[in-house]
């Protein structure tokens, strides 16, 4: 209900004394003064009628005079049914009774001599005036006035001086009690209404506190307990006697920050505190208001407490799951940059510097392309015990993502260290991994940056650390490499190059060269290889080795292979119909659906055949989406285009595609021919691969013939075509095209 400092705004001074379990409230005002006018006015008509009445009647009267008002006063303080009601009859009861015995004595008395209990009477009035239910002093002034006329009607003689004077002042008694009763009943709906409003109030505290919402608590200027509700009493281990007067915070055995808010004098809310109890450690929260007197002095605390153990414990949890990573249970991606960040501040702030390592798994596709990923999984989960138990206490083990973990060394001053424990972790990965009675083995490549040396910030140190991975891969894998300024030259060289590359095919930079392709039998052209190269303004000829990878990490070969697929078409509508242009295409074009389309339109817009463009790819097509990559030279080919397999034979999977029913040549790599003049088991392979070449009906190319002994072994072994420097470098369109139309169209050498 109440978890704020509300709750402690609602508590009056009165319930912070007695507790809930004791609230007493007033249901008129304090009856003590009026109960000492009664006993002054009995004993003033009992000494008054002394001499009219027997002794015998006067004691019995003052007693139950006394005890009457006692019992009704009673009933008013404690709230009784009867309690300040104008015209009850138990207030015109107790009029009566007190009128009893001074009325007889007046009666008795007769005529004038009835002055004397008149002085009775006058001493009685205030008690009539003061009395809450006006119904008393009614009654009283009306028997007492009854008795005086009776008495003085009575004895003959009337002093009727005497009795207008009674009679005005007992007439403007009773208006005054009547105006009274007017105002008196206002004053009792009041509070009535207060009453009520109070009683509520102390039922929401009572079911605040029974109910184990929260507790209650108070203390004076100097903090020391008050009040305090009984069950954090018990929860804290302590009697109720035991904490009156005990320091709060020092009771509760917290911190400073609890001090801390008591002395800023000044309203809180939502203090979380660990505090031991008897059920162990417990989280409450605390909200305060304070307390001030009516002349605005500080007279201390009041306010509530609630316990938010749990509420807590779940946020903790939820926490954990944000940082954890579920599958192996160690931190996630943010939680490795949160924990690096505390590490390079230690870092900076003590000079000893720490280390990240960015780790990556060399080979781990394959093995949920094979085994799938519920065995991938079991993988990475096996992997990251090992991690855990080579790196032990010396740093903490985190998965960035996928296949990628991190390790986090604090104390790198050591580069030696730390490089060795690098060489662990990539033995202790490269034991084989015991999956469905197989053996599988996977490497782990690393990449190392020390922090603040190498970068200054999360961020720049990550960066670093994933530069150092990329140097590690491109090394050949299986090993760490530690950040270097070089590796940050060649970074910048790269951004820069990247900047550039995305510029040159708007700035038309590019070119196309085309390499002679002859036949065999007769060296006569039979077509010409489309090279592309980069004419930069400033680097002069960028050679295709720096671009084309960065043109494929980038997507920009997709754009640029469009261009070049376009550039050829349009070559060759200019040469003769036999006369043939190949294109080499990327992988990452041919998992795009719309290239096939694209070539469809170019062939379209340049008017030439279809059997006159040939599309060269290499093994590393397979490598990635297969059937996606499948799918599309299907496509292609069904248009009629040529697809030639490249660099046969340096890849791992050539043999098992070529029944695909996709490729209408082979192009045998050059290192097979150039190794073919000393190597006789090259030889062997090249006879293989003609051998299955003609099985499918497939076209053999020999590429990188340079000397006319190479040629001749080609060409005896059984390959149609021939490509390489014998016959010609890649020349310039202008001269591809002279080439193309000459007359013999044999081409020397």
């Not at 302590?238 to 800023?264: C, I, M, N």
């Amino acid at each position: 209900m109440f978890h704020s400092a509300a709750a402690a705004r609602m508590m009056d001074e009165d319930f912070l004394a007695d507790g809930p379990d004791g609230i007493e409230g007033d249901a008129g005002p304090d009856a003590r003064p009026f109960a000492i006018t009664v006993c002054a006015a009995a004993l003033a008509g009992a000494w008054a009628s002394a001499a009219l009445l027997p002794i015998g009647a006067i004691a019995a009267w003052v007693p139950l005079v006394l005890a009457a008002h006692w019992l009704s006063a009673r009933r008013r303080r404690s709230g009784g049914r009867f309690a300040a009601l104008a015209g009850d009859v138990e207030g015109t009861a107790l009029g009566l009774l007190s009128a009893a015995l001074p009325a007889y004595a007046i009666f008795l008395a007769g005529g004038f001599s009835a002055l004397p209990p008149s002085a009775a009477l006058a001493a009685m009035l205030p008690a009539a005036m003061l009395a809450v239910a006006p119904a008393i002093g009614i009654a009283f002034l009306a028997v007492v006035t009854l008795a005086f006329l009776a008495a003085s009607l009575a004895g003959g003689e009337v002093h009727w001086p005497v009795v207008a004077a009674f009679l005005a002042g007992s007439g403007a008694a009773t208006a005054g009690l009547l105006r009274g009763a007017g105002s008196g009943a206002r004053q009792g709906e009041a509070f009535r209404k207060l009453r009520e409003q109070s009683d509520g109030i102390a039922q929401l505290l009572r079911e605040y506190e029974h109910r184990g919402v929260g507790w209650l608590w108070q203390v004076d200027a100097g903090n020391r307990v008050q009040y305090m509700s009984r069950r954090m009493i018990t929860e804290i281990g302590r009697k109720p006697g035991q904490v009156t007067g005990q320091s709060f915070p020092g009771l509760l055995g917290v911190g400073a920050a609890l001090g801390e808010a008591l002395l800023a004098r000044q309203a809180f809310s939502g203090l979380e505190l660990e505090v031991q109890t008897g059920r162990g450690p417990r989280w409450y929260a605390l909200a305060g208001d304070p307390v001030t007197g009516a002349n605005g002095d500080f007279q201390g605390f009041r306010g509530v407490g609630s316990d938010v153990t749990d509420a807590r414990r779940t946020q903790e949890r939820l926490t954990n799951l944000a940082n954890m990573d579920v599958l192996t249970g160690l931190p996630n991606r943010g939680r490795i940059r949160a924990l690096l960040g505390e590490a390079l501040g230690r870092a900076q702030s003590s000079s000893v510097p720490c280390a990240i390592l960015f780790l990556d798994l060399d080979n781990f596709k394959p093995v949920n392309d094979t085994f799938g990923h519920v065995k991938g999984d079991a993988v990475l989960q096996s992997v990251a015990q090992r991690l855990l138990r080579e790196v032990g206490q010396s740093g903490t083990v985190g998965r960035i993502g996928g296949d990628e973990f991190a390790v986090i060394v604090r104390d790198g001053q050591s580069r030696e260290m730390v490089e060795k424990l690098g060489r662990r972790l990539i033995d202790t990965v490269s034991v084989p991994f015991d999956i469905d009675n197989s053996k599988v083995r996977i490497g782990l490549s690393i990449g190392c940056a020390f922090g603040p040396i190498d970068g200054h910030d999360v961020d720049d140190l990550i960066q670093k650390a994933d530069m150092a991975l990329y140097q590690a891969k491109a090394q050949g894998r299986g090993i760490l490499c530690a950040f270097s300024a070089e590796m940050q030259n060649k970074a910048d060289g790269r951004i820069r190059l990247e900047q550039d590359l995305r510029h040159a095919l708007p700035g038309n930079e590019f070119r196309l060269t085309y390499q002679p392709l002859v036949r065999a039998s007769d060296q006569r052209l039979v077509g010409f290889e489309a090279l592309i190269r980069w004419h930069h303004p400033v680097r002069g000829i960028v050679s295709p080795l720096d671009f084309i990878p960065l043109a494929e990490e980038t997507g920009i070969i997709t754009h640029l292979g469009d261009w070049v697929i376009e550039e050829a078409c349009r070559a060759a509508s200019h040469w003769p119909d036999h006369i043939t242009v190949a294109v080499n295409l990327s992988p990452r074009q041919l998992i795009l659906p719309a290239l096939p389309n694209a070539v469809s339109e170019s062939l379209t817009r340049h008017r030439i055949k279809p059997n006159r463009l040939e599309l060269e790819v290499t093994e590393s097509v397979f490598l990635g989406e297969t059937a996606g990559a499948l799918e599309v030279l299907k496509r292609l080919r069904q248009l009629g285009v040529g697809i030639a397999l490249d660099d046969f034979g340096t890849g791992y999977s050539s043999l098992g595609y070529l029944n695909k029913a996709v490729f209408h040549k082979l192009k045998i790599d050059g290192s097979f021919v150039r190794e073919a003049a000393h190597n006789k088991e090259t030889v062997a392979i090249i006879q293989s691969i003609v051998t299955l070449a003609n099985s499918f009906r497939m076209t053999i190319t020999a590429e990188g013939v340079e000397t006319m002994a190479d040629f001749e072994r080609m060409r005896d072994m059984g390959c149609h075509q021939i490509q390489g420097y014998l016959f010609g470098r890649p020349l310039d369109f202008d001269k591809a095209t002279e080439l193309a139309r000459g007359g013999s169209g044999q081409v020397g050498r």
